[in-house]
C-alpha cells in the first residue's frame, strides 16, 4: 500500500470544513429543542398515544377550481378553534384529499395529539340509480373507516368521530372498520373506542353502532374455526348475546330427537355423517305491541363446515367452509340487532345448524331421502347440502303463517360466478317483497339484486329419476344459482317469500373498503333495515 501524501493547503481545506459542519449541527441541534420546546404540551413525548385520543373529521371535494376548502360542519368549528391551522395544513400537505383517503397531522391540538382527516367525495352526492345505493353514505362508511384504522395503526385506543353530515353512516363506518378476528392470535391489534364529535345527533350515530355491531357478530361467527362454533356452540353463542332482551326474546334449541319427531328427513340426511349432534334454533323475538301481528320468519342455513359429504370438496380453500353457516349467521346477527333495537315487529328466526361430513353413516350419492312435506328428494349431489336443511325448515315455518318468509343461504358457487361480490342475489315470488329488500338495500349500501325464477329451471329439478326431485339441475352446472332457487321454490306455499343466496359476498378480499379482509357478515344490515322498513309500514 502507498503511503498518504496531504499537502497544507488540503489539510486546512478539510478543517474549515470540519468547522463549518460542527457549527450546522449545532445550529440544528438548537433548532430541535426550540421546537420541542414549543410544542411540548401539544406532543404524545410524555404520555403514550394509546392514553390518548384522536380525532377523525371529513372535507369534501371542492366544487370548483376556485373554491376553497369544503370542510363538515365539526371539522369546520375544530379549524376556527386553531384559528384556521387546519385548513392551512391542508392546503400546504398535498394535494386535495380523495374521497376515501386520509391524511395525519400530529400536534395541532392538546387534545388530540393525532388527528385524521379523511376526504368524503362530492357533497350531498345522494342516491345513485346505477350503483344502486346511496352514495354520500357509502363515502362516509368508507371514508371513516379509513380515519379510524390509520389511528388504530398508531395504537390510538379512543378516537372522537365526525358525523360528516350522517352519523349513522359515520358509526357504522367506524364500526366495521376497525373490527378484526384476531380471538385466537397472541398479538392483537390496539382496541378502539369511538364516540360522536362535535354533533348533537347521538341517537343517530348510536343506531349505526348497533347496527354496525350486529354485522360484527355475523361476521365473528363466520370466521371463527369450525371446531370452535361447532352447532351447539353456534346456538349457546346466540343464545348469550340474546340474554339481555330475555323479556322480549324466546329461545328454543331443537334436538335431533325433536328434530327427527318433526320427520325432517332431508336435515337428518346431511347431518348424520357427522359426529357433531345437529340442532335446530328457533328464535321468537316479540317487538310488536300488537302480539298477534303476523311475523317476519327469517331462515338461515346453519351448515358449520361444509367437507361437500361423499362428494367431497377439493382441499384447497376447504378452510373457507366453515362459514358455510353464514346464512344462519346473519339471520341470528339480524335478529340480535333489532332486539337491540326495540323495533316494533315480530320476527321468528330458524337456523337448521350441522355439519356435513363424510362418513360410513353419510348419506350417499344416488340416496332418496323423504322432506317434512312428504316430498321424496334424490340426492345425487350431496355437496348440494344446503337446500336440503332449508327444505325442512321452510316447511316448518310456514306453520306460523308469517307475512313474508325470508331465507339467507351461501348457497351455490353459480351465484358468486354470476354476481361476484357486488350483490345478493334475490329470487322472490313476490315484487312487493322484492321491493323491501331493494329499499333496504340503497340505505346499507349492501346491495341485492334480482335473478330469476322461471319454470324453465323448475322443470330440472322436478324431472328425476328415482324421487319427485333432484337436489340438483338436469343440466348440472348451467344455471346452477337459479335451479337450487328453484328446488327451494317446491317447499313454498306462502305469497311473499324471498331467497338470498349470499355466496358471492360470504368474504371480503378488497372490494368493499370498510371491511378488512375476511368474512362479510354481509347482508345483516339490509335484513335489519328491512325489519326496520316493515315496523314502520306496520
Known amino acids: 500500500m502507498r503511503p498518504l501524501k496531504l ?73 376556527q378553534t386553531l384559528s384556521g391551522k387546519l385548513s392551512e395544513l391542508l392546503k400546504i400537505s398535498g394535494p386535495a384529499l380523495k374521497q376515501g383517503k386520509s391524511r395525519i397531522f400530529y400536534g395541532i391540538h392538546k387534545d388530540f395529539p393525532c388527528v385524521a382527516v379523511v376526504g368524503l367525495g362530492k357533497n350531498n352526492a345522494g342516491v345513485c340509480g346505477t350503483e344502486n345505493w346511496d352514495t354520500s353514505k357509502e363515502n362516509i362508511r368508507q371514508a371513516v373507516s379509513a380515519g379510524c384504522r390509520s389511528l388504530q395503526d398508531l395504537e390510538v385506543s379512543h378516537v372522537e368521530v365526525d358525523a360528516c353530515g350522517d352519523a ?6 367506524a364500526a366495521l372498520g376497525l373490527f378484526q378476528y384476531d380471538q385466537l392470535k397472541t398479538k392483537k391489534k390496539t382496541k378502539v373506542t369511538t364516540q360522536l364529535h362535535g354533533s348533537a345527533d347521538s341517537a343517530s350515530w348510536e343506531k349505526g ?68 349432534p345437529p340442532v335446530f334454533l328457533e328464535l321468537h323475538y316479540n317487538g310488536s305491541p300488537d302480539s298477534k301481528q303476523a311475523p317476519l320468519l327469517l331462515v338461515g342455513k346453519g351448515i358449520t363446515f361444509d367437507s361437500g359429504g361423499i362428494s367431497l370438496k377439493p382441499s384447497p380453500s376447504m378452510d373457507a367452509m366453515r362459514a358455510d353457516m353464514g346464512g344462519a349467521a346473519t339471520v341470528c346477527a339480524s335478529i340480535v340487532t333489532a332486539a337491540a333495537l326495540k323495533l316494533p315487529v315480530n320476527i321468528i328466526g330458524l337456523a337448521p345448524l350441522c355439519e356435513n361430513m363424510p362418513s360410513g353413516k353419510a348419506t350417499k350419492p344416488g340416496d332418496v331421502v323423504r322432506a317434512k312435506n312428504g316430498k321424496t328428494i334424490q340426492v345425487d349431489n350431496t355437496d348440494a347440502e344446503g337446500r336440503l336443511v332449508l327444505a325442512d325448515a321452510l316447511c316448518y315455518g310456514h306453520t306460523f303463517n308469517p307475512r313474508a318468509i325470508v331465507n339467507v343461504a351461501t348457497l351455490t358457487g353459480a351465484m358468486d360466478v354470476a354476481l361476484g361480490s357486488a350483490a345478493t ?17 340503497v340505505v346499507t349500501g349492501d346491495r341485492v339484486w334480482r335473478m330469476p325464477l322461471f319454470q324453465h329451471y323448475t322443470r330440472q329439478v322436478t324431472d328425476s329419476q328415482l324421487a319427485d326431485l333432484n337436489n340438483i339441475g338436469k343440466y348440472s352446472r348451467s344455471g346452477g344459482a337459479c335451479t337450487a332457487a328453484a328446488f327451494l321454490r317446491e317447499f313454498v306455499t306462502a305469497p311473499h317469500w324471498a331467497h338470498l343466496d349470499i355466496a358471492g359476498v360470504m368474504s371480503n378480499k378488497d372490494e368493499v373498503p370498510y371491511l378488512r379482509k375476511g368474512m362479510s357478515g354481509r347482508p345483516t344490515r339490509t335484513l335489519v333495515e328491512f325489519a326496520a322498513g316493515l315496523a314502520h309500514d306496520s
Not at 235 to 253: F, Y
Not at 431 to 437: A, G, I, V
Request: hydrophobic residues 40%; contains cysteine; glycine residues 8%.
Open 7 to 79: 499537502r497544507v493547503s488540503s489539510l486546512f481545506g478539510i478543517y474549515v470544513y470540519a468547522e463549518q459542519m460542527t457549527m450546522l449541527l449545532l445550529r440544528r441541534a438548537a433548532q430541535t429543542a426550540v421546537r420541542t420546546s414549543h410544542r411540548r404540551s401539544f406532543c404524545a413525548s410524555q404520555t403514550h398515544l394509546s392514553d390518548r385520543k384522536g380525532l377523525v373529521l371529513g372535507v369534501f371535494e371542492k366544487e370548483g377550481e376556485e373554491d376553497s376548502l369544503h370542510l363538515t360542519e365539526a371539522a369546520a368549528g375544530f379549524d
Open 168 to 173: 349513522q353512516s359515520a358509526a357504522e363506518g
Open 209 to 276: 353502532v348497533v347496527y354496525g355491531e350486529g354485522q360484527n357478530l355475523a361476521r365473528l361467527l363466520m370466521e371463527a374455526p369450525a371446531n370452535h362454533i361447532t352447532p351447539t356452540a353456534f346456538a349457546n353463542t346466540i343464545e348469550e348475546k340474546l340474554g339481555p332482551h330475555a323479556e322480549r326474546v324466546t329461545i328454543n334449541k331443537r334436538s335431533q330427537s325433536w328434530i327427527e319427531e318433526q320427520q325432517m328427513g332431508a336435515f337428518l340426511s346431511v347431518s348424520r355423517g357427522s359426529e357433531e
Open 425 to 441: 342475489g334475490v329470487f322472490t315470488n313476490s315484487d312487493w317483497l322484492w321491493e323491501q329488500l331493494h329499499k333496504a338495500s
